[in-house]
């Protein structure tokens, strides 16, 4: 009996891995988060041999849709305790290197989460890799951490690194302006010397299309005085000079990056008039705006990174925001893969 309700609460989970017919490469999921390189590499046919994320609220959302609690965190995890994977796939942390001499090369990445990647790059031998990572480490220390990445990553793995490129999730189908770096690469002895990453879709993605269908809770709604008191410190700091302030995003046109932290939620604020009950679900300072001015739900932030209404959000608001912004944007995620596995197989 325990057994079939164990294979019951199985059956329940959203995005299990893809049936052994349509499984076509394996992949790690390493810096995992929520999971958005996982879903896109699924969607693509791959199989998730194993997973890491040490922030206990992304593991709680990550099992809850993929059915698995990723290992902890990967500087404790030997590289020989994870399994053979065609592909490693990975969202990393910025991180300052030593960089005195220069000399070291690899060793020179010890104590940065890198180091974690190359390591088992280097035992596991993997067909390809797929790392992403913030704009700023095109520019970060002067390019420095850049050329010391590419280097260990050519130089001393033996990997065709194409020149790593600002890919943006609003040029692949969501409303998000969001560009981050992509970093691929393929093993030398695969004999793969050229990679073009995707075109750009044409045609640009409105907000509208992941707006909220139905009115939402009054708890999104600013108050009257917080309002004012964005609009009062925007016109201070215009008369500085500065660019503060919150930014409202029309139907039509692209969200900012989602980001936690300073005016994230308010440099994403949206209108919508549907809300019928203005009583306060929170405590705040004065009314509940009648101007429709609010933020952006969990879940509008979700399919602003390109994740299905199917993903389910097990973890508070706070968790939630956090969670989505640091995520990847799937569709961009998925559309770089499918050209790694093209060129992969031709």
């Not at 700091?237 to 919150?246: L, Q």
């Not at 509940?288 to 508070?316: C, H, K």
């Amino acid at each position: 009996m325990k057994d079939k309700r164990a294979q019951s609460v199985k059956r329940k989970i959203p995005f299990p891995p893809p049936s052994k017919s349509k499984k076509t490469f394996s992949f790690i999921d390493l810096f995992a988060g929520v999971g958005g390189f996982r879903m896109a590499m699924q969607q693509l046919g791959g199989n998730c041999v194993f997973s890491s994320e040490m922030d206990r609220w992304a593991q709680k959302t990550y099992e809850t849709n993929f059915g698995e609690v990723p290992s902890g965190d990967i500087t404790e995890i030997g590289e020989e305790e994870i399994p053979e994977h065609d592909m490693l796939c990975a969202g990393f942390p910025c991180q300052a290197f030593s960089l005195a001499g220069q000399r070291r090369g690899f060793e020179d990445t010890r104590g940065t989460l890198f180091f974690d990647i190359a390591r088992i790059l280097k035992a596991k031998r993997p067909k390809a890799f797929f790392l992403e990572n913030v704009k700023g480490l095109m520019s970060h220390q002067g390019g420095q951490t850049l050329d010391k990445i590419l280097s260990v990553l050519r130089d001393e793995l033996g990997y065709f690194v194409p020149t790593p490129q600002i890919i943006k999730a609003e040029d692949h189908g969501v409303p998000q302006k969001r560009g981050r770096v992509f970093i691929v690469g393929f093993r030398n002895d695969l004999k793969i010397n050229k990679f073009k990453y995707p075109r750009p879709r044409k045609m640009k993605t409105p907000f509208l299309k992941v707006k909220e269908k139905h009115s939402v809770s009054a708890r999104y709604y600013l108050s009257t005085s917080y309002l004012q008191s964005l609009r009062s410190h925007r016109v201070r700091h215009e008369g500085k000079g500065n660019g503060f302030g919150f930014e409202i995003i029309d139907d039509d046109q692209v969200a900012n990056t989602i980001v936690i932290g300073g005016m994230g939620r308010e440099r994403n604020l949206v209108v919508d008039h549907r809300l019928k009950d203005f009583t306060p679900v929170t405590n705040i300072k004065g009314e509940v705006n009648r101007e429709g001015i609010r933020r952006m739900t969990p879940r509008e932030w979700a399919r602003l990174q390109g994740y299905p209404d199917e993903f389910l959000i097990p973890v508070s608001d706070a968790q939630a925001y956090k969670q989505f912004a640091n995520s990847v944007a799937v569709p961009a995620i998925k559309a770089t893969a499918s050209v790694i596995l093209d060129t992969l197989v031709s």
